[in-house]
């Protein structure tokens, strides 16, 4: 066999359907496209998902407002009455909360709340506290420790930038104050040679 004896096995081909071309073309009457109507007509299709204009299926559905934050911190909360369960003095760590299955994992960032009483002084670290928990650990005699403080942002000094925006503008203002002066001397200079001559 050779290369121009190869040809596709029977049935792998078609014959393109020759559409709109009679009832010689064996489409029938309507070229194989039914009767009449939106899908009969040459050009314009009916879009995606389009349902016969009913009410569609997304619109059925309830609406989902607002939207979610991608910068979202989800903490692992802590309160003031599990701490209690360790000895005073003990230094209280997301380690130690992990080791006696106090916490679930590591990896989520822990912050402590207020809720419970706590009466033993203890050093407790975590990455967030409440400002009522941290007044009653304190209150205890207990210490917070933050855990990876989020760095913050230095405040502009709006003052130094008007500042030396206006001493910009008032050079600029002086500038072809100076100029003029220069040029009035030099025309009256000019005409003082005239006159001369």
Not at 48 to 62: D, V
Request: aromatic share 6%; charged share 35%; no cysteine.
């Amino acid at each position: 066999m050779q290369a121009h004896q190869l040809k596709p096995p029977p049935g792998a081909r078609h014959a393109r359907k020759r559409v709109g071309r009679g009832n010689a073309a064996g489409q029938g009457t309507f070229a194989g496209r039914g009767l009449k109507g939106q899908k009969a007509r040459a050009g314009n299709k009916p879009r995606r998902f389009f349902e016969g204009g009913q009410t569609r299926l997304f619109k059925k559905l309830p609406f989902r407002r607002g939207f979610t934050n991608p910068f979202r911190v989800e903490y692992q909360a802590v309160n003031l009455d599990v701490l209690e369960r360790f000895d005073s003095g003990a230094e209280v760590t997301p380690e130690l909360l992990k080791e006696r299955r106090l916490l679930r994992s590591l990896r989520k960032p822990v912050k402590v709340l207020a809720s419970g009483d706590l009466t033993k002084k203890l050093t407790v670290h975590a990455h967030s506290f409440s400002a009522t928990a941290k007044q009653k650990i304190e209150a205890a005699g207990g210490t917070t420790v933050e855990l990876g403080e989020r760095r913050k942002k230095k405040p502009r000094d709006r003052t130094a930038s008007t500042k030396d925006k206006s001493e910009t503008a008032v050079e600029a203002a002086e500038e072809p104050a100076v100029s003029e002066q220069a040029a009035d001397e030099d025309a009256a200079e000019g005409e003082g040679d005239g006159s001369g001559g």
